[in-house]
């Protein structure tokens, strides 16, 4: 048996030795492939011996220092060229993403956020850092955190504001939410509402597992009741929609632009907001475009939010 066929594996094996080989070949001389690498020739030998036990192949064929390639030789060439390519290109782009001018910023918020406070935000940052990139995820919020946990992202606005172990998360601002009714409702007339005059009303909210979801059913059960809840969504406006459409009441955050056949109602009691925070994972180092946004995040604490 051989060693890359145990518990070794063949990988760890063969990837520190790539480029010795691949001097090596290019040379065809131990000793001139040595200096150009920096090492001892004896140094270099015994890998190459070490590299053909460990594939119980025969790669080289030997005069003195002198070597030529063999058929196996050759093939293995072009592979350690490829994988070799491919480790330069990554190490570059990861040089790329972590560069202070100009890295990359993986950066997940709420749809909720996505129309007017998160461009309005990047386009404020990016004033003082114009040639840092982004990459966007819209989500709700679990599905967020656990891109976040897996290193997908860097940095997620959510809400509620999660109290993990495993993350970090500073509360920034909070948003006030109003009950949306059809223009046609009872309560249309009306500027504010108390939220147990909606005690009655079929409600359309998102689905379980959106914090929004969460929130509106505390918010209701504050109010002393339990929403009678007729249709699930994924996302706010498609909740307008269907409250425009007279098929219900929804707790919503005010939208970028007014929409027709709603009306949207401050309510008075309970206090009806949600908090927005920006969370992290613990212990994980940043690299300085994600902490230098993380910096100015932290900065905006209190005006995150414009009042709509």
């Not at 594996?9 to 480029?19: G, K």
């Not at 509402?193 to 929130?215: C, S």
């Not at 709603?262 to 309510?267: A, G, K, N, P, Q």
């Amino acid at each position: 048996m051989s060693r890359y066929e145990e518990d070794i594996p063949v990988t760890s094996l063969l990837a520190p030795r790539l480029a010795y080989f691949v001097a090596v070949a290019r040379h065809e001389h131990v000793t001139r492939a040595a200096q150009e690498l920096g090492v001892p020739q004896s140094t270099l030998s015994r890998a190459m011996v070490r590299l053909e036990q460990d594939l119980s192949v025969t790669l080289f064929a030997r005069k003195g220092r002198t070597v030529a390639l063999t058929t196996a030789g050759r093939t293995f060439l072009a592979s350690a060229r490829r994988a070799l390519g491919e480790i330069a290109r990554a190490a570059e782009s990861v040089q790329q993403d972590a560069d202070p001018a100009s890295g990359k910023v993986a950066f997940g918020f709420l749809h909720t956020l996505g129309s007017e406070t998160v461009p309005g935000l990047i386009r404020a940052f990016r004033a003082d850092h114009p040639r840092i990139r982004f990459s966007l995820v819209q989500n709700y919020g679990e599905a967020m955190l656990e891109r976040l946990r897996a290193g997908e992202l860097d940095l997620c606005l959510t809400s509620p504001v999660p109290d993990a172990p495993d993350l970090v998360a500073r509360r920034l601002d909070e948003q006030r939410l109003r009950l949306v009714v059809p223009d046609d409702h009872r309560l249309a007339g009306r500027k504010r509402v108390r939220l147990a005059e909606a005690a009655e009303e079929t409600f359309v909210t998102l689905e379980p597992g959106y914090g929004l979801r969460r929130i509106t059913d505390d918010l209701c059960a504050e109010a002393g009741f339990t929403p009678r809840v007729a249709f699930e969504g994924e996302e706010a406006e498609t909740l307008r929609g269907l409250v425009a459409a007279g098929l219900g009441v929804a707790l919503l955050p005010p939208p970028a632009v007014a929409r027709p056949g709603v009306v949207e109602l401050t309510v008075t009691a309970p206090r009806a907001v949600r908090e927005i925070g920006v969370a992290w994972r613990d212990g994980h180092p940043d690299t300085p475009p994600v902490a230098e946004f993380k910096r100015f995040l932290l900065s905006r604490r209190g005006r995150l939010i414009p009042e709509l």
